[in-house]
């Protein structure tokens, strides 16, 4: 029993933790930076016959109104604040279960509408929303794995889903599907210190490469090795956020304008890492029935 409690431990902790990650990020850019509600709230073609037909103002005024721009920021921080008392409903769960759940399912709410606004600023390209399942299904799967309909196979299996779509997602990117973003190439320069052709052959290797990791770890064999190597990449690539635009003469600087890049990618590498462990220690192999009553003790 006490080995079956400490493996529910180490699983808790780590969708925990990558759960707060999100959120923090989240937190840090909407409070401090920016978010692309914009996008919406400055789109023409949907917005101008509401504005001009329900308000006093023409388009032109509504995008130069200060207190449109007011309003819009104040939305943005809201979301911000929304995102650290989510924070709260994490580790006050088990005593305010049903306030925490509903804090969740908003944020989780949140940052499925954050991926909407990313994907219409990125024209509307597929990857660019399913580039961050494992964000946005975060809070969802936390309220699933507290709650009294989890079931641990059910939980591997859409743990796996969340994984491939956001590996998929991105090596569509790196794959060069969709146009290589130049931050890509920038990144991979300024990291590695090669030129651009290097750059683009070396991102391509990695598109390939994120298309096996949402492949094989499905197939039960292969599943180990590649998701402990999808842990070292996402972590990786966490981090070369803040590596490639880090500046010795701005250290403050640069971490505030890119460490909550790298915060809320960090779960892009510990989901792998929680899965690399339950296949490890054949989580799977405990009991139902066990698991269910100490994941709810």
Not at 16 to 31: D, K, N, Y
Not at 190 to 217: H, P, S, T
Not at 245 to 250: A, G, R, S, Y
Request: charged share 10%; proline share 3%; hydrophobic share 50%.
């Amino acid at each position: 029993m006490k080995n079956i409690i400490y493996k529910e431990t180490l699983i808790s902790y780590l969708l925990t933790i990558s759960l707060v990650l999100i959120l923090l990020g989240r937190a840090w850019q909407h409070l401090f930076w920016d978010a692309p509600y914009r996008s919406f709230f400055w789109n023409e073609s949907i917005l101008k016959p509401i504005i001009e037909s329900f308000t006093t103002l023409n388009w032109t005024d509504y995008i130069t109104s200060k207190r449109t721009d007011f309003y819009i920021q104040l939305l943005i921080q809201s979301n911000g604040i929304l995102y650290i008392f989510a924070i709260i409903a994490i580790y006050l769960f088990n005593y305010l279960r049903k306030i925490s759940t509903n804090i969740l399912l908003v944020t989780g709410g949140s940052l499925l509408l954050l991926a909407l606004l990313l994907t219409k600023e990125k024209f509307y390209h597929t990857a660019q929303f399913f580039e961050h399942s494992i964000q946005f299904g975060a809070p969802f799967l936390f309220i699933y794995y507290k709650s009294n309909y989890f079931n641990f196979r059910h939980f591997i299996y859409i743990l796996k889903i969340l994984v491939a779509l956001t590996f998929f997602s991105h090596g569509l990117y790196a794959f060069g599907f969709y146009p290589l973003p130049g931050k890509f190439v920038d990144m991979t320069i300024q990291i590695i210190k090669c030129n651009e052709e290097q750059a683009i052959f070396l991102l391509y290797i990695a598109g390939i490469l994120d298309f096996l990791v949402a492949i094989l770890i499905f197939i039960p064999f292969t599943a180990k090795p590649v998701l402990l190597y999808a842990a070292i990449w996402g972590i990786i690539t966490a981090f070369a956020r803040v590596f490639a635009n880090f500046n010795v003469e701005f250290i403050f600087s640069s971490l505030h304008q890119f460490g909550y890049q790298t915060i809320y990618r960090l779960p892009h590498g510990i989901f792998p890492l929680l899965l690399y462990f339950i296949i490890q220690r054949n989580y799977n192999l405990i009991p139902k029935k066990v698991f269910f009553k100490t994941s709810l003790s």
